[in-house]
């Protein structure tokens, strides 16, 4: 009778051990796929992070040089039709048309609203007044610094995406950690509750990665 029940525990235990074995090897296989992924994934948005990133930079450079441009050319205009107001105050009608065939077309058109709407006689505004004068490249500059905008913000939603995956990378390495050290390290009779919360830890992390954008 003795030894039957020596026989049953010593079976018991070669159970315990053999489902240990078997759950731990099960675990690290998933562990490992769910680690590849989850570094595959976050090299993908860094990626991601990086072109936008870049992209943001090139366009805020184009915005800055259609804004330089804008700037000089409204200082063009501004030194014109200063000397303009100087000699219509002088009455030097020949020096008055000399200034007025150097001003820019765009700045004529406002220049031309201005004067008809006799903006000359009452001086209460300037041409330079909106809506009547605007730059042609002012709608390139908005739309350069709203696509750059854009990308800024595309690119610091990849980079949180990417921490997340390694995050998820790091839980994942520590559930290998514990899985693979649940034979030669850890005594028997604690591999099974280490091994369970490597599982527990494991189905979370698999869990949170569900919930996680994609790159494709």
């Known amino acids: 009778m003795g030894f039957r029940r020596i026989r049953n525990a010593i079976g018991a235990h070669s159970r315990l051990y053999w489902n240990s074995?078997?759950?731990?090897a099960m675990l690290l296989a998933v562990a490992a796929l769910?680690?590849?992924?989850?570094?595959y994934q976050a090299s993908v948005w860094g990626g991601i992070q990086s072109a936008n990133y870049a992209?943001?930079?090139v366009l805020r450079l184009k915005a800055s040089q259609a804004n330089d441009e804008i700037a000089r050319g409204r200082l063009v205009d501004v030194a014109l039709f200063t000397r303009w107001l100087e000699a219509d105050a002088?009455?030097?009608q020949h020096l008055r048309i000399l200034y007025e065939t150097h001003f820019r077309p765009e700045f004529r058109a406002a220049f031309e609203r201005w004067?008809?709407?006799g903006g000359v006689e009452h001086g209460t505004s300037t041409p330079f007044d909106p809506p009547g004068y605007k730059s042609p490249r002012a709608d390139e500059a908005h739309r350069y610094e709203t696509q750059a905008a854009r990308a800024l913000d595309t690119g610091e939603r990849a980079n949180a995406t990417s921490d997340r995956y390694v995050f998820f990378t790091v839980a994942l390495a520590s559930v290998l950690f514990f899985a693979g050290a649940v034979r030669p390290?850890?005594?028997p009779k604690f591999r099974t509750p280490v091994l369970f919360v490597a599982m527990l830890l494991c189905l979370w992390t698999l869990a949170q990665l569900f919930m996680v954008p994609v790159a494709r």
Do not use: E, L
């Open 90 to 92: 002088d009455h030097k």
């Open 185 to 187: 390290v850890i005594a």
């Open 21 to 24: 074995d078997n759950g731990a």
């Open 115 to 117: 004067r008809n709407s």
């Open 34 to 39: 769910a680690t590849a992924w989850s570094s």
């Open 55 to 57: 992209r943001s930079a």
